[in-house]
């Protein structure tokens, strides 16, 4: 059985404005307010996984804690929890990178999943040491829409950096 759906085209390299870019986007979705939905997928812990892996050279644990911050702030929550949560999300992603870009997106996405339970088990737990009851199963449901939407974030944040398919006879790339 064939999982592979590689491209034959070739990726140019991220360009550092589209990156940060992208993550500003998710930082705004994750302000929009969709109120206290379960599975509301949290953009900005997806968008930073993503680059943490196919860019660990661009983004890693300082981005993570400024984004997670941000969150904080825009989300009125503890201060800390987002950064925290960030902080280790990018830790393992950076370190599985390597790993996890040999997979094909359906296995990358089963790799992220966990990492995304990960992050939200750690701001269930800082909500706790605040205070708060533990969180339903329901807010765990986060993670697995995000680690569904995983596919289309690629397909969508990869686009640009595909070259055309249409090559020069007289170069070899």
Known sequence: MQLSNRSNRLLRPAKPWFVYMS??????????????????????????????????????????????????IGKSTAMGE??????????????????????????????????LLVAQALMASVRVFV????????FFLSSLVSAALWLPLTYLLLLPQFQPIDRDENRPI
Request: aromatic letters at 18%; glycine letters at 8%; hydrophobic letters at 60%.
């Open 23 to 72: 993550l500003f986007f998710a930082l705004l979705l994750d302000y929009v307010p969709f109120g206290h939905h379960p599975g509301t997928p949290n953009w900005a812990a997806l968008v930073l996984a993503f680059w943490c892996i196919r860019e660990p050279l661009y983004i890693g644990m300082g981005m993570g804690f400024f984004l997670g911050i941000l969150v904080d």
């Open 82 to 115: 987002h950064a925290l949560a960030f902080v280790v999300l990018a830790f393992i992603a950076n370190g599985l990178a390597r790993r996890i870009m040999w997979f094909p997106s359906l296995l990358q996405a089963l790799h992220v999943l966990p990492m």
């Open 131 to 138: 205070g708060e009851d533990f969180p339903e199963w329901e």
